[in-house]
Structure formats: structure tokens, C-alpha cells
Nanobody, 129 residues
């Protein structure tokens, strides 16, 4: 089992920044990718960003590209999401997730919920206008 603990969510004004963290614990694996999804009330969960085990490959949804940056610290088993220039439409519950398996190259490896094996509890991000 893998447990994911998220932190860093909160209330911020439009144009502001937040940094989300998600630490993985429990059973260890040789390697795994990590990603972020978000879900606003009444909407489907959507892909935000993902990063490979090595950190050499990153992927972003068009809606956040240029504003959000995903990174990871494997020594801490932690993934981060730096969110800048936040907009009200970024308001959502943000979930981190772990994808177990061999390296997979391409956006299609990471954009779908079904690719991931473990999920965090979610952290609320609210952006006021």
C-alpha cells in the first residue's frame, strides 16, 4: 500500500501563488511517476500535471502551462506543484497520484485517471477574484 499526504492548499487572491506538496509513504517501488489532478464542484476530475521518476519528463494541461511547475524530490518521496498567476478558474480540490510501472513516454501515459494506482485525499485551493 502507498499512502499520499497532501498539503499547501488554501485561499489566495487572483494573481497569487501557492505551492502544493504530496508525500508518498508505505510500500516502496523501484520507480514511479507522480501527477496532479483537480476537480471543481459539479465537474469531472481533470489532469493538471505529471512528472516522470527521473524528473526528466514533465507534462502539463494547456490550461496551466506556463503558470504551474511540477517537480519532485525522490529522497523525500515528494512531488510539488508550484502554482503562479492563479485564476479563479483554478479553484478546485487538487489530488496527487502515483503511477506504478515502467517508464512510459508521452502525454497519453499520464493524462488519464486510470493510469494511476494510488491517490491522495485532496487539498482545497480557492482563488478569489
Amino acid at each position: 500500500q502507498v499512502q499520499l499526504v497532501e498539503s499547501g492548499g488554501g485561499l489566495v487572491q487572483a494573481g497569487g501563488s501557492l505551492r502544493l506538496s504530496c508525500a508518498a509513504s508505505g510500500r516502496t517501488f523501484s520507480s514511479y511517476a507522480m501527477g496532479w489532478f483537480r476537480q471543481a464542484p459539479g465537474k469531472e476530475r481533470e489532469f493538471v500535471a505529471a512528472i516522470s521518476w527521473s524528473g526528466g519528463s514533465t507534462y502539463y494541461a494547456d490550461s496551466v502551462k506556463g503558470r504551474f511547475t511540477i517537480s519532485r524530490d525522490n529522497a523525500k518521496n515528494t512531488v510539488y506543484l508550484q502554482m503562479n498567476s492563479l485564476k479563479p478558474e483554478d479553484t478546485a480540490v487538487y489530488y496527487c497520484a502515483v503511477r506504478i510501472g515502467l517508464y512510459c513516454s508521452g502525454y497519453g501515459c499520464y493524462e488519464y485517471e486510470g493510469e494511476y494506482d494510488y491517490w491522495g485525499q485532496g487539498t482545497q485551493v480557492t482563488v478569489s477574484s
